[in-house]
């Protein structure tokens, strides 16, 4: 059974640094890409990128770009995304997705539970 | 900025059919675009159903259906149930071969 799941919800303050993790199970880790997924109230869901876990090659959304990093770590099947500095505006329910197939293009199919980030003063 | 357009709110009755659309700012939608679509119900996290156009999951309903239609991809219901009262997200590849997906704002069906 395909399973993705996520580190539990974060309250951290502005400024703080983060890494939420993402652990698989029941398929090849490396043969399928792993993404994140933004959702907001305001703002809905939002693509932020996919790592390929055999050799991090990764892809962001330009609007994330620069502003978070996606890695994986093969040894325990398990994709992070973290921030180094916090903002309010990150306050926001993330989910990660695997890929439908080895082509990352294609979609996704299975998605974890979600982390909900909380970020406040 | 690249934005991805869908029908904010659908009814449809029990046993009917519903069409739900997805338009890109960019032009038509093509195959090329790989539309993705997921259900999403309250406190639930989304649930694919329909990828590159019109491929099911294994656990997709066949009532679902995925398409090309009119220049938008498409979500078609046929004999709705109750429960496939949810938000709906198309989801739309706009190429450069970096991570540039783009979903749409989602379209609330009601089921009545």
């Known amino acids: 059974e395909v399973q993705l799941v996520q580190s539990g919800a974060e309250v951290k303050k502005p400024g703080e640094s983060l890494r939420i993790s993402c652990q698989t199970s029941?398929?090849?880790?490396?043969?399928?890409?792993i993404g994140w997924v933004r959702q907001t109230p305001g703002k809905g869901l939002e693509w932020v990128g996919i790592?390929?876990?055999?050799?991090?090659?990764?892809k962001y959304s330009p609007s994330f770009q620069g502003l978070v990093i996606i890695s994986v770590d093969k040894s325990i099947s398990t994709a992070y995304l973290q921030w180094s500095s916090l903002e309010a505006s990150d306050t926001a329910m993330y989910y990660c997705?695997?890929?439908?197939?080895?082509?990352?293009?294609?979609?996704?199919?299975?998605w974890g539970q979600g982390t909900l980030v909380t970020v406040s003063a | 900025q690249t934005v991805v357009t869908q029908e904010p709110s659908l009814t449809v009755s029990p046993g009917g059919t519903v069409t739900l659309t997805c338009a890109s700012s960019?032009?038509?939608?093509?195959?090329?675009?790989?539309p993705n679509w997921f259900q999403q119900k309250p406190g639930q996290a989304p649930r694919a159903l329909i990828y590159?156009?019109?491929n099911k999951h294994s656990w997709t309903p066949a009532r679902f259906s995925g398409s090309l239609l009119g220049g938008k991809a498409a979500l078609t219901l046929s004999g709705v149930q109750p429960e496939d009262e949810a938000d709906y997200y198309c989801?739309?590849?706009?190429?450069?071969?970096?991570?540039?997906?783009?979903f749409g704002g989602g379209t609330k069906l009601t089921v009545l």
């Open positions: 997705v695997k890929s439908a197939s080895s082509s990352w293009y294609l979609g996704s199919d299975y």
């Open positions: 029941g398929y090849s880790f490396t043969t399928y890409w």
């Open positions: 790592i390929s876990p055999s050799d991090s090659n990764t």
């Open positions: 960019t032009g038509a939608v093509t195959s090329g675009y790989y």
């Open positions: 590159s156009t019109s």
């Open positions: 989801l739309v590849y706009h190429g450069g071969g970096q991570g540039n997906w783009v």
